[in-house]
């Protein structure tokens, strides 16, 4: 029997870099590997799972306790929230971060990069599901690089006649050795919305720290931050273009209770630092337009770290 694993394999995998294969779930999947890095990708939602390059540990985080079924997200990796982040801004029956991370996004293309590299091209259009959630005709694309470096670039296309606004983001969960042990640099003096302290604004002072249930809406934030993990005796730098929000968040221990997705034991182990546009950074895309939502995650390796 000719399977769509079978079909993909044959129009677009790349021998010894790139294949199809029923993952978790029986989610189809792609494997990537090459020189620089191995990774995974859910077709289910363009989810990034996993990033590994060679010289360390995983880079992203996923829950032993995530589903993996059609329309249920998977807690961790990057999912991507379209055409908004946290609750949709009015109609509270629709689903928390867009529909988008789970819904089924195409394969458009594959290819093998000249440094080494190997990427990946999806896309999702509108339909009859997605217009019940949202009534506007998009495109998205996803380009997904895996190389030394992960860089996941959301291109999102108005492809109607009139005008519309968006927020989103690259939910990026990262694996460190201990979460209060770890420091987010680059957001020093950036005003930030506490989402557990009634959406109030405060001012970061100095390194984001972690040592309570922490969900906030860094505002107005530059192009870079960077992980320092001493545990892991690592940096991980984000480089991002199109984003003006970075979310930094951990569920701690009573929220990581509430969460069946989420083993009570793991919030020690990740923190999500999101490359987003939310709270007052809301985007607007003209009819013909399109916006990037970009990042480009590097590890370096330190011992001081
Ligand atoms: O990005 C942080 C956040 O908005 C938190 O409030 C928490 O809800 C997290 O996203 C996970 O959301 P999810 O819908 O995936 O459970």
Redo the contacts with the bound molecule.
Sequence with gaps: MVTDLDVLNVQFALPEQLRFAAGLGDLPTVQVTNDHATATIVLQGGHVLAFQPRDTDPVLFVSQESHYTPGK?I?GGI?ICWPW??PHPTDSTQP??GFVRVAPWSVRGTSATADGATQLRLGLTDSEATLAHWPHPFDLELEITVGHTLTVELIARNTGSETFTCTG?L?SYFNVGDVTAIAVEGLDGLAYID?LDQGQRHVQHGPVTISAET?RIYLDTPPRCTIIDPQLQRRIHLSSAGSRST?V?N?WIEKAQS?ADFADDEYPGMV?V?TANAGDDVITVAPGGEHRLRVTIEVERDASA
Excluded: L, T
């Design positions: 997200s807690r999912p982040f946290g928390q971060h983001a939910h989402k969900d979310v968040w569920p969460m999500c999101e």
